[in-house]
């Protein structure tokens, strides 16, 4: 069973960084792609990163330029860099993976709260 598990999440000023981690039970690059999405109440679940096989990656409008996506084959991990945060940023972050011919999310995460405050 494939697992998931984050982590890096906490409060952080408006202008501030944080760094997420997700670490997977297995290669993460046995997956077709992997990233991350949130959750804000009121607020439809966002897909903010994503990072392909082969290494090509994706972001939402309202974070690019801001946060990065990567991948570690040696640990396993996909971290989200997120600088320049903003209070609209504060969510429950997801780390999220899709099997090869899979076109729907087959593993995500429990979630890491990020919240943007002063």
């Known amino acids: 069973q494939v697992q998931l598990v984050e982590s890096g999440g906490g409060l952080v000023q408006p202008g501030g960084s944080l760094r997420l981690s997700c670490a997977a039970s297995t290669n993460i690059f046995s997956f077709s792609r992997m990233g991350w999405y949130r959750q804000a109440p009121g607020k439809q679940r966002e897909v903010v990163a994503q990072?392909?096989?082969?290494?090509?990656?994706n972001y939402a409008t309202s974070v690019k330029g801001r946060f990065t996506i990567s991948g570690d084959g040696a640990k396993n991990t996909v971290d989200l860099q997120m600088d320049s945060l903003k209070p609209e940023d504060t969510a429950v972050y997801y780390c999220?993976?899709?099997?090869?011919?899979?076109?729907?999310?087959?593993?995500w995460g429990q979630g890491t709260q990020v919240t943007v405050s002063s």
């Open positions: 999220y993976a899709v099997d090869n011919g899979s076109n729907a999310v087959n593993y």
């Open positions: 990072m392909s096989r082969d290494g090509s990656t």
